[in-house]
């Protein structure tokens, strides 16, 4: 092969990573895009009820386009809103998130947290996402308790090990919670239990799909699971899909709604709105909210 030859292969190898690149740092990540799936857990001739699942916002306060996106979804109208963490990238960061949902706190909530919602980003090798997982490195203190007073002060339901019962669309909706399983903040234990006979709906939360955690909830009757961080792999093979999960769920369960195995229960996991400030980039997953219609089984 002549040299001329090998030159213009390499020139064009260079020359496609970085147009990739610049599509999925500069194009892809602020492709918004809202998703719709129909869930079949409510009983016979029920009506539907639309939970807008919010997660992995991962805000910073000069992100505008984002916060007026997630804002406007409000006029999808939905009778409940579940955001499963990650919502902060930034000690400044709270502002942003109440722009961003300031529209849906008059709907009924219900929220735990994620690592990020504690503790800021660190960077580190892209690498280690699908190496084995080492010591979790944490970053600068975020402002967790002004987060968590917007949301509870709201009225929204803090599930952060925690378990309660609400009113939305005019049913009765059975909810638990964990803090975040990947950093060890969860305590399901404390909570766990058989669902209400009086509950028309119940509906599990946690910011990172852990299977053991997922199979718990499942086996206590909980219909709908509900969880983030998985970022849907956040950079993709086309046709193939993620790569990683970032946790032990498996890959073809990085994003999207599925029946959990060996249970009753169905399993939706958002890819989320945002990215890690250390790596702002998407390709072939673009950033996500999920509107879930639930319908009779």
């Given at each position: 092969?002549?040299?001329?030859?090998?030159?213009?292969?390499?020139?064009?190898?260079?020359?496609?990573?970085?147009?990739?690149?610049?599509?999925?740092?500069?194009?892809?990540?602020?492709?918004?895009?809202?998703?719709?799936?129909?869930?079949?857990?409510?009983?016979?001739?029920?009506?539907?009820?639309?939970?807008?699942?919010?997660?992995?916002?991962?805000?910073?306060?000069?992100?505008?386009?984002?916060?007026?996106?997630?804002?406007?979804?409000?006029?999808?109208?939905?009778?409940?809103?579940?955001?499963?963490?990650?919502?902060?990238?930034?000690?400044?960061?709270?502002p942003g998130v109440l722009?961003?949902?300031?529209?849906?706190?008059?709907?009924?909530?219900?929220?735990?947290?994620?690592?990020?919602?504690?503790?800021?980003?660190?960077?580190?090798?892209?690498?280690?996402?699908?190496?084995?997982?080492?010591?979790?490195?944490?970053?600068?203190?975020?402002?967790?308790?002004?987060?968590?007073?917007?949301?509870?002060?709201?009225?929204?339901?803090?599930?952060?090990?925690?378990?309660?019962?609400?009113?939305?669309?005019?049913?009765?909706?059975?909810?638990?919670?964990?803090?975040?399983?990947?950093?060890?903040?969860?305590?399901?234990?404390?909570?766990?239990?058989?669902?209400?006979?009086?509950?028309?709906?119940?509906?599990?939360?946690?910011?990172?799909?852990?299977?053991?955690?997922?199979?718990?909830?499942?086996?206590?009757?909980?219909?709908?699971?509900?969880?983030?961080?998985?970022?849907?792999?956040?950079?993709?093979?086309?046709?193939?899909?993620?790569?990683?999960?970032?946790?032990?769920?498996?890959?073809?369960?990085?994003?999207?709604?599925?029946?959990?195995?060996?249970?009753?229960?169905?399993?939706?996991?958002?890819?989320?709105?945002?990215?890690?400030?250390?790596?702002?980039?998407?390709f072939a997953c673009r950033?996500?909210?999920?509107?879930?219609?639930?319908?009779?089984?």
């Amino acid at each position: 092969m002549q040299k001329r030859t090998v030159f213009r292969l390499a020139a064009g190898t260079v020359a496609a990573g970085a147009a990739t690149f610049a599509y999925a740092s500069l194009v892809e990540r602020n492709l918004f895009t809202l998703r719709r799936f129909d869930v079949p857990v409510l009983a016979t001739d029920a009506e539907p009820l639309r939970i807008l699942h919010l997660s992995d916002l991962h805000m910073t306060p000069d992100q505008r386009r984002k916060q007026r996106w997630v804002a406007s979804l409000a006029a999808t109208d939905p009778d409940l809103v579940v955001v499963t963490g990650d919502n902060l990238a930034h000690p400044g960061g709270v502002p942003g998130v109440l722009r961003a949902l300031q529209p849906l706190l008059d709907v009924p909530g219900a929220f735990v947290f994620g690592s990020n919602d504690y503790r800021g980003p660190v960077w580190k090798n892209p690498l280690s996402y699908v190496l084995p997982e080492r010591e979790y490195v944490q970053g600068v203190d975020l402002p967790t308790e002004d987060l968590r007073e917007v949301l509870v002060g709201a009225g929204w339901a803090d599930l952060n090990n925690a378990r309660t019962t609400i009113k939305a669309g005019g049913r009765t909706v059975e909810l638990v919670g964990v803090d975040d399983p990947h950093v060890e903040r969860d305590d399901y234990g404390s909570v766990a239990g058989p669902t209400s006979e009086q509950a028309d709906l119940s509906i599990g939360l946690t910011h990172s799909p852990e299977p053991p955690l997922l199979d718990e909830m499942a086996a206590d009757g909980f219909q709908l699971l509900l969880a983030g961080h998985t970022h849907g792999g956040q950079v993709c093979v086309p046709f193939y899909g993620a790569l990683t999960t970032n946790c032990d769920l498996p890959l073809s369960m990085a994003k999207g709604l599925h029946r959990w195995p060996n249970s009753d229960a169905w399993l939706h996991v958002s890819a989320g709105v945002g990215t890690h400030p250390t790596a702002p980039i998407r390709f072939a997953c673009r950033p996500e909210a999920s509107l879930l219609t639930l319908i009779p089984r």
